[in-house]
């Protein structure tokens, strides 16, 4: 049997998941803690990335700046290995990881990869707020 075309995914008839190639990848958008997160899928790799916080403002919050400012320079080393973190322009903190996904993969995989990736920014979210990155 020929597989079906769901949005970027060609699905098998045992419901094997494979990324079709396309200009963009398959993407998935969510939300963890009210934070947002995407999740790219390729042929072998997910892809995951989280606005996990920002740096408050002068105007708001200008007390809380230098303790979230030290927060965010120590969280590269806090992170698992093959996570990153960076600080945007605009002063969002994004954490991001990579992680290899079998091809062709299922539904159930690739939740599985979110959820493990959720669950691990938690600590991360924690230490944000705590130090008033929020």
Do not use: K, Q, Y
């Amino acid at each position: 049997m020929d597989t079906i075309e769901l949005g970027r995914f060609d699905v098998a008839p045992d419901g094997a998941l494979t990324p079709r190639r396309a200009p963009d990848p398959p993407a998935l958008r969510f939300a963890w803690r009210g934070r947002p997160c995407a999740a790219h899928f390729d042929r072998d790799t997910i892809r995951l990335a989280a606005d996990v916080a920002r740096i408050p403002s002068t105007a708001d919050r200008a007390a809380d700046r230098p303790r979230a400012f030290a927060a965010v320079a120590a969280l590269p080393r806090r992170l698992p290995d093959g996570w990153h973190a960076r600080l945007l322009p605009d002063h969002r903190i994004r954490i991001e990881a990579e992680a290899p996904m079998d091809n062709p993969s299922n539904a159930t995989a690739l939740v599985a990869a979110l959820v493990r990736f959720a669950l691990a920014l938690d600590p991360h979210l924690d230490a944000l707020e705590a130090e008033g990155a929020l």
